[in-house]
């Protein structure tokens, strides 16, 4: 029962430096996201894809890209990273109108 | 847009005692509404979800949430707190399209023996 399979889970990087962190769902699901969550502020939308090609911007999405690879993958791309992107980061996926399912998180520090 | 409160970032209960956790949706009714449970380092999980069919849900571990349309309320309950419980838990509402969903910013439960 895979789910929804984000890697890495843990990574330091240094100011500057660019990462890109994957996500897979095995449900057949037509939507995907990418969250961020800090203390104190909950859970915040970066960018979402409501279908296979498309992706939409979230409450949070500067400094951020994305790619919807396929209707599997949907990864999330820091092309410069700062130090207020210190954060655990997940990836979601939905049917439309449906239940919304998570991934175990990945925990990215910006030195 | 859709909007969720969560009154109260931190309670704290006695072993055995009620639990009841806050949530406050905006005004206008939305599709579905959610309670997830988030166990240190760990992702979200699924608690109940609210779908119009009734208005008392029933979720896991013992959990249960009304959903009262003149509050705009939609609270967690569970009769007695079991240590296991201890955790960050979070309202959520889908928008109408069904594409996209809001977070409470969430109430972290202390149970205390």
Same mark, same amino acid.
């Given at each position: ?111 | #847009? ?6 109260? *970032? ?17 005004? *206008? ?23 119009? #069919? ?18 705009? *309320? ?15 838990? $979070?309202? #959520? ?9 809001? $977070? ?10």
């Amino acid at each position: 029962n895979a789910g929804v399979t984000q890697t890495p889970k843990f990574q330091v990087l240094k100011t500057g430096q660019s990462m890109t962190l994957q996500c897979a769902q095995d449900m057949n699901h037509n939507s995907m996201y990418w969250y961020r969550q800090d203390p104190g502020m909950g859970l915040r939308l970066i960018y979402y894809s409501a279908s296979e090609g498309t992706t939409d911007k979230g409450e949070v999405p500067n400094g951020y890209n994305v790619s919807r690879l396929n209707k599997r993958e949907f990864s999330l791309r820091l092309e410069s990273a700062a130090p207020s992107q210190t954060s655990v980061y997940f990836c979601a996926s939905s049917l439309t109108g449906n239940t919304i399912y998570f991934g175990e998180g990945s925990w990215l520090t910006v030195v | #847009a859709q909007s969720v409160t969560q009154l109260g *970032s931190h309670v704290s209960v006695s072993e055995g005692a009620l639990v009841l956790l806050r949530c406050n949706y905006s005004s *206008s009714v939305p599709p579905y509404l959610f309670w997830y449970v988030q166990y240190p380092n760990q992702g979200l999980q699924l608690l109940l979800k609210y779908t119009s #069919a009734a208005t008392l849900v029933k979720g896991i571990n013992g959990f249960e949430a009304e959903f009262k349309k003149s509050e705009t *309320s939609f609270h967690l309950t569970k009769p007695s707190a079991h240590m296991s419980d201890a955790a960050e838990y $979070f309202c #959520a509402v889908s928008d109408s399209t069904g594409n996209q969903f809001y $977070f409470g910013t969430g109430t972290s439960l202390t149970v205390i023996p």
